[in-house]
């Protein structure tokens, strides 16, 4: 069982345990120890969002870092999937992002990648975690020319939005299109812009003024409203919206309808699989991804294999498989010709590519999916009991699922970091799914519900 990570690194109230900068001290040097494996010069990068306490923890993961004689390369603001890129093109043995994601501005989070660009597996965040609390490495204290040394690397948005450009095909560009871009006030304030602009489109911006406390407030992915009104006031052809450390993305259509990650999906796997470029014909979704989406992507013909919530299931079931494309509802999406890592601005790209492609409007593309119904509600509980053990709701469960048939699913399951149960129903009828997941929610309130 982790004590510290969760299903996307280490995260909380910045300042307080375990988010502070004791904990990310020890988890510098933890992280330093384990990636060490020989006598030669070791590199770790470290990057992070537009958070005021990514300062604090900046400097106290490069002292924890440097204190196990590791150097360390400090990259300032930059894209989580920046992060991943730079770490694998610099050969450096790890990299580091110091973000919440969309999270507010008092949170903040502490995660990894491998130094081949990866999100590192449970086993090695539970090895730092049993290094941390066992004390193994307390006494470990290079000195003199083995302490660690840290270097800025000042061109780290440049190579980025280099690398970022390289994945749009070359015989193509973005004259003529106009698009608002939201980048959340956060991470991508400067490499998105920058990409779009140099690639030909009129790019009308928000949520790039970051003052280290506005990051994902009232703008961004969470609040497509924001790029809705602003694409009609604008008559803009689209709208593309970041969350803080741009891991993820929503679309809005040139009518300002929202356009989220299964659309995207079905989009870019259908075009893939006309293009023979879809690995084994297969899409990777999670669980949470609306029933339209395994319909679309089948009447295509290819199918969906689903995970469980988390793009970093997603990647470890594309590495599995040997498939290419995979995402979420909320907007991740991972296009593992490209980057190891979902890539709000990378994603943004490829649909662009498309649009250009095809001749198409975003709408228009979007009518590939047809999504069903889907309603989800949430029941605070005061433990995570197994729903199945409780005869009364599984029964009812079962009568639903019967009713609904090959028509529509149910799905429940925990909250990775809240006290919450997740109760979700997909079927033809809104009013009569909405009636159902009620109902269950009103029985699990009654029998392990909590404040």
Known sequence: MKKLFGTDGVRGVANVYPMTTEMAMQIGRAAAYLFKDGNRR???VIGKDTRL????????????ICSMGVD????????TPGIANITSSMRADAGVVISASHNP???????FFSRDGFKLPDEME???EDL???????SLRPVATEVGKAYRIDDAVGRYVVF???????DLDLAGMKIVLDCANGAAYKVAPAVLEELGAEVIPYGVKPNGTNINAGCGSLYPQVISEAVKEHRADLGIALDGDADRVIFVDEFGNEVDGDHIMAICATQMLKQKKLRKNTLVATVMSNMGLDIAVKRAGGKVVKTAVGDRYVVEEMIKGGYNLGGEQSGHMIFLDHNTTGDGVLSALQVLATMRRADKSLSELAEVMIPLPQVLVNVRVKEKKDITTIPEVALLIGDIEKKLGDEGRILIRYSGTEPLLRIMLEGQDKYQITGWAKEIADLVEKKIGGK
Request: hydrophobic share 45%.
């Open 42 to 44: 070791h590199r770790i």
């Open 132 to 138: 941390i609390f066992s004390g193994k490495i307390d």
């Open 105 to 111: 501005f008092q949170d903040n989070g502490i995660k």
């Open 126 to 128: 539970l090895k730092i």
């Open 72 to 79: 360390v390369l400090v990259v300032g603001p930059l894209p």
């Open 164 to 170: 970022l450009k390289n994945s749009f095909p070359k």
């Open 53 to 64: 306490s990514g300062y604090m923890l900046e400097n106290a993961l490069v002292a924890g």
